[in-house]
């Protein structure tokens, strides 16, 4: 279930339990059943959280800094359990076009 590896994820980034199960309650409202071919997004609204999109669509999100912390750094986080991607997404010079059509070629 993609909300709980979600949680599960945010152990090693120093996240309390009681924090993680308040946050995996908002998650398993939230995240849809995921299908092959399906997106889900999330995207960080400075001072209101953390928006999920599924298929583009608005599906919720969960309030404060400091869930967006804890979810982008299961990536983005020295601590992540995928180094190799966070390099990679770390030495990339714009985010996706999906999120950035704006951004300069390198």
Do not use: Y
């Not at 939230?30 to 889900?40: C, E, H, Q, R």
């Not at 359990?81 to 985010?95: D, K, M």
């Amino acid at each position: 279930d993609l909300a709980k590896r979600t949680i599960d994820e945010m152990t090693r980034l120093g996240v309390s339990e009681k924090q993680r199960m308040i946050w995996l309650q908002s998650l398993e409202k939230i995240f849809p059943d995921i299908a092959s071919g399906d997106t889900l997004i999330g995207i960080h609204l400075p001072d209101r959280g953390t928006l999920f999109l599924h298929n583009g669509k608005p599906v919720g999100d969960v309030p404060g800094d400091a869930f967006a912390k804890a979810f982008f750094g299961i990536w983005l986080d020295e601590r992540t359990s995928a180094p190799r991607l966070r390099s990679a997404l770390i030495a990339s010079r714009c985010p996706p076009a999906l999120i950035a059509a704006n951004c300069p070629n390198p």
